[in-house]
């Protein structure tokens, strides 16, 4: 099993900045594919960024191949450190309709090529961490 656990989330003002962190248990940590998904209420959990693991053709080191949303390129990054078995968030720029609950999760299949974007793709689940953000 794999046991994931989100922290960084909080009460910040539009424009501010939080950095989310996710641990993670496993050995085989840098062959997982990494994702940050949100769920606002009444909404469907989305993708937010993703990070690819060393399994990935694609995968460039400690940084990997990454996706973003449209609605957050150019004020999230996501990052990992192997050896500490963390993935993590950092949110710049912050916006009131980033506020929802963010979840952190894992794929631990051998994909050679890109990152997983649908829910039913990750096999482990961070029990999430609230964001809010007031204008």
């Known amino acids: 099993q794999v046991q994931l656990v989100e922290s960084g989330g909080g009460l910040v003002q539009a424009g501010g900045s939080l950095r989310l962190s996710c641990a993670a248990s496993?050995?085989?940590?840098?062959?997982?594919?990494m994702g940050w998904f949100r769920q606002a209420p009444g909404k469907e959990r989305e993708l937010v960024a993703a990070i690819s693991g060393s399994n990935s053709y694609t995968y460039l080191g400690s940084s990997g191949y990454t996706y973003y949303a449209d609605s957050v390129k150019g004020r999230f990054t996501i990052s990992r450190d192997n050896a500490k078995n963390t993935v993590y968030l950092q949110m710049n720029s912050l916006k009131p309709e980033d506020t929802g609950v963010y979840y952190c999760?894992?794929?631990?299949?051998?994909?050679?090529?890109?990152?997983?974007?649908?829910?039913?793709?990750?096999?482990?689940w961070g029990q999430g961490t609230q964001v809010t953000v007031s204008s």
């Open positions: 999760a894992a794929d631990i299949s051998r994909r050679p090529v890109g990152v997983p974007r649908s829910t039913y793709e990750y096999d482990y």
């Open positions: 496993g050995r085989t940590f840098s062959n997982y594919a």
